[in-house]
């Protein structure tokens, strides 16, 4: 099924950020999220991913659907790293670590508590979340902070495979990834200044 954003507006704050926004991801299929700093990339996606609601337009194909990646790893620390990606397959349903393990090459560190991971280890433990969820559309938010060029690598293969399998995925990132994938630039969306004369409003 393909997600499908029609005429969407939201805001940071209770401040506006974006407006009239309309895009499509079919399966499949994976889009680039650009824009400068602040221009609202990470409230778009977390708006998807029904964290905060829209202040305007529909979003369609989500429900259920969407596995979020954003800034904080979601990591227990006093878990190891197979008890971390363990519950949360357990909130999934229950599949199988293994593949995730071995795409993120954390076989070895299997037994080591997430607190005494590495920066870019928690970031790779972080991501392998994803392969454990089953959700068709993945929404990811600078993914590769933390990570190293062959971990980089790792991610892009992980997401060329969910690709192949007939899933999809919106990244906001700046960097180049190699992958096949159209770019949505909301630097051309971004919202107008409100004319509302009460200045306290846009803080509400």
Known sequence: MTLTVTDLAI???????????????????????????????????????????????????????IAYAGHSDGLKPTLSVTENLRFWASVFGGRDIGPALT??????????????????QKRRL??????????PIWMLDEPTVSLDREAVAMFAAAVRAHLG????????????????GEVLDVGPYKARPSLDSDFDGGFL
């Open 11 to 65: 805001a940071r704050g209770g401040v506006p950020v974006i407006e009239g926004l309309s895009f499509a991801l079919e399966p499949g299929r994976a889009l680039i999220l650009r824009g400068p700093n602040g221009a609202g990339k990470t409230t778009l996606l977390r708006t998807l991913a029904g964290l905060q609601p829209p202040l305007s337009g529909r979003i369609e194909g989500a429900e259920d659907r």
């Open 126 to 135: 972080g991501l392998s979340r994803l392969l454990v969820t089953g959700r």
């Open 103 to 120: 795409a993120f090459h954390l076989d070895d560190l299997a037994d080591r508590h997430a607190g005494n991971l590495s920066a870019g």
């Open 165 to 180: 399998q007939g899933g999809s995925a919106l990244i906001a990132t700046h960097i180049d990834l190699g992958l096949e």
